[in-house]
Structures are given as C-alpha cells and as structure tokens.
C-alpha cells in the first residue's frame, strides 16, 4: 500500500494550525516542522552555536532560546533570514525525516505543517500539498492576537514569505479560510477524502 507524505502551508496567520487541527481529529499523525524547529533551536547543540556564532550571546537567556531578541535580528534583511535557515533547516529535515519514517509504521499518510515548504524548497520531499490561503488583514489581526506584535513585526515577517498566488501554482490542494469554521471543514473534509483515495492508486 503506497504511503503518502502531504504538507499543509502557507504564509503567517493563514491557518496552518487550524488545518493541523482537523487532520489530528481525523487521526492522521501532524508534524508540525516550526515546533520542531523551536525545539532544536534550545536542544540541539550545534545548532545552538551556530546561532550563538552568527547572532550572539543575546539568542539565549538562561538557556532558553531568546525569541523576540533573535525575531528583531534575523528579519531585518534577507541575508540573516537565510542565514537562520541554513541553519535550523537542516535539523528540522533530518528531524522530520526521521519522525516520519516512525509514522509510517502504522499510518499510511503523514501531514507536516510547515509555513516555508516553497521558500525552502521543500516541495521534492512531498506528494501532495495543501495550501492555505486567507485575505492580508485576517492574517495580520490573527497573529496580532496570537503573539501580541505590533503590525510593523508581522509585516516584516511577511515579507520574506513567498505572495501567496505564487504558492497557489505549485500546490494540489488551495483552502481558502475566509469564512466559518463549518465552511472549512466541509473543504477539509473533501480534501481527506481524495488523498485517502490515492493511497491505492
């Protein structure tokens, strides 16, 4: 029986977890790449002095990963977002890898969550992926709640994200989640049903 790898993306206060959330209930296994990313960031010896060496000292307060400190570095231009990338990419792939080769001793589909699948260039590591999309100003007044940033941070953040209609070209599945929650899970649930479907083609 084949065994399917899908991702679910898209940019910042689209949804993703929303998404992730649904495919939980279903009883599919999630991994989520940017909780895995924020674990190696603390965990992962080398990856700490990678940070610590490009960023400084200040990336960490007693131990623990130095979040806003490190957010008001890395996205200030384009050469230190790829410089974090390089970094905890590689980790977060070996990670996800491994995670994944566990799953499918008893799943036939595993779903990443993962806000960077084209950016990245991580589209090779999947069959199929799942998009989601949502108008600017929900976006922003969802992270707005969610992490408690001005909208200055969030705009700068979305800017290293890849537009959205770019995405749209090269993923199987666009969930647009603009309205009710029933709304997106009667999509959702469509969705699930075709990639179950794919399982024994």
């Known amino acids: ?3 399917i790898r899908v991702a679910i993306t898209g940019s910042i206060g ?33 990856v700490r002095k990678k940070i610590i060496n490009e960023f ?21 231009n384009q050469d230190n977002v790829d410089k974090i990338n390089s970094i905890v990419h590689p980790a977060v792939i070996r990670s996800m890898n491994l995670l994944t080769k566990d799953f499918f001793e008893t799943h036939d589909i595993v779903f990443v969550e993962s806000a960077l699948i084209f950016e990245a260039k991580l589209r090779k590591f999947f069959d199929y992926v799942i998009l989601v999309s949502a108008h600017e100003s929900a976006r922003i007044d969802r992270v707005k709640k969610r992490d408690g940033i001005t909208e200055g941070k969030i705009r ?23 309205s009710s929650i029933p709304d997106l899970e009667r ?5 699930s049903q075709i990639i179950k479907s794919f399982i024994n083609n």
């Open 1 to 3: 029986m084949k065994k």
């Open 14 to 46: 689209s949804g993703k977890s929303l998404i992730s959330g649904y495919f939980e209930k279903q009883g599919f296994p999630v991994i989520k790449s940017d909780l895995l990313a924020k674990e190696l960031m603390e965990t992962d010896k080398t």
């Open 56 to 76: 400084g000292p200040e990336s960490y307060h007693d131990g623990r990963l130095n979040r806003p400190f490190l957010a008001d570095r890395v996205f200030i």
């Open 156 to 178: 700068d953040r979305m800017r290293f994200q890849m537009e959205d209609e770019k995405k749209k070209q090269n993923a199987d599945f666009v969930i647009e989640n603009n």
């Open 187 to 191: 999509n959702l649930g469509f969705v």
